[in-house]
């Protein structure tokens, strides 16, 4: 088990250092830390707190749209790069299992999204704390911030897991990444499997769990048994998704 994290460790910094790497993650990060920012557009018009709200609001959108597109496209983008470059075939080469590989990508996908995360939500609640003093109200507790961009990683992740299982049987990044994202949609649509045509999404991943403007808007950070039940939902989807990229790797020819 050690020498097997070693290896997953090992695959996980050099994916990482690879993404860091991609111009499309500085793109994205950009984009998204502009959008937050432009949410000071509304500094001429005092709303009170509702300002704060929709600035928490557009921040945590910008950062989940501008974060489900870099799960999708890097581990597409990096999946297919080790494949053409014959990175992957050197590696599995060695002593190392295809699913380890595999976890080693994710777990760099997964350290490269909780870094832009924890970026935007800094920057996010700098700002909220900036405008909350020139209002005069008080800001958004930094416990609801914390949880919400929590609830943004788990997400990001599971939209990782889910194109690399695409990735482990295409045949170009382009193709995985649309379906990731495809994928994305269908959890979104997940609420409103309630029988008829949507009856069958209700085997798919439930991304409304992982609302985090619905938390901001309560005010309220996770409770801990709520929490634990989720987290507890979300290795579950990344183990189903683990598990099916694994198997669909194992039999893919290089």
Known sequence: MSATLHRIRLIAGHTLGAAL?????????????????????????????????????FGLGAIGLLGTLLAALASAQLFFHDLVSGAAACVLTRPVRRWEYLAGQLGGVAALLALFTAALGALLAALLMWRGGQLGVPPVGLAVLLSACALQWMKFTVVAAMTLFVCSYAGTALFASCAGLLFTVIGHLRPFANGGALGWLRVWPNFALFDAETLLASGQPLAGS???????????????????????FQRREF
Not at 37 to 52: D, P, S, T, Y
């Open 226 to 248: 709520v929490l634990l039940s989720l987290s507890a939902y979300w290795a579950a989807c990344l183990l189903l998704f683990g598990v099916l990229a694994s198997y669909a």
């Open 21 to 57: 790497r991609l111009k499309l993650s500085l793109l994205l990060a950009v984009v998204a830390a502009l959008l937050v920012l432009g949410a000071l557009g509304l500094r001429e018009f005092n709303f009170g707190a509702a300002e704060l709200k929709f600035i928490g609001d």
